[in-house]
């Protein structure tokens, strides 16, 4: 049986929407749901871009992994203004600050935590619909008094100022919890 699907790119994600050869009718009642999901995960699994993990991440001497020359990538420990962004403050006890850090950034859509200890988090984040995967870290840095942070794309050359965006984003979300 022949189905016709036409895929919308929609915000968050691809709506899926069957158009029926025959008569709805005609067909056992779900299978046009049936048919339309199991055509998303084909789509969404032909349209996931999730590169491979880069092996130079965590904290080494007290720095996070450096950007790479592609404009992809922010770190608070940068010192090119282009990949430079501020780091996270926090007033109080650095460990309880780092522990809410952690409850915020848990709550960020399509975002997986792939390591956290009480000082370190990296995290996975996916963009909607392609599947392209960044990796951000955040790092309690209690000598300064900040969290040191770091966002790049696995791949590609440019995000479109993506990583940048969602530091800001956590920036703004981690204020007005701190105040």
């Known amino acids: 049986m022949a189905i016709i699907l036409v895929g919308m790119v929609c915000w968050q994600n691809w709506v899926l929407v069957p158009f029926p050869s025959q008569p709805v009718s005609d067909r056992w009642p779900a299978q046009p749901i049936v048919e339309a999901m199991t055509t998303r995960a084909i789509v969404g699994s032909i349209l996931s871009f999730p590169g491979t993990p880069p092996t ?46 952690q ?41 300064n008094g900040l969290i040191q942070v770091r966002s790049a794309s696995r791949l590609g050359q440019s995000d479109l100022g993506v990583n940048r965006k969602r530091i800001e984003t956590i920036r703004q979300q981690w204020q007005q919890r701190q105040a």
């Open 56 to 101: 130079n991440l965590g904290v080494k001497a007290g720095k996070l992994a450096p950007c790479p020359r592609s404009p992809n990538c922010v770190s608070s420990q940068s010192q090119d203004p282009s990949h430079h962004i501020e780091p996270l403050t926090y007033t109080g006890d650095g460990k309880m600050a780092f522990s809410q850090l």
């Open 103 to 143: 409850q915020l950034v848990a709550q960020q859509q399509r975002t997986r935590i792939v390591d956290a200890t009480d000082t370190y988090l990296y995290a996975e984040f996916a963009t909607p619909i392609i599947g392209f995967v960044d990796d951000v870290e955040f790092w309690l840095d209690e000598a």
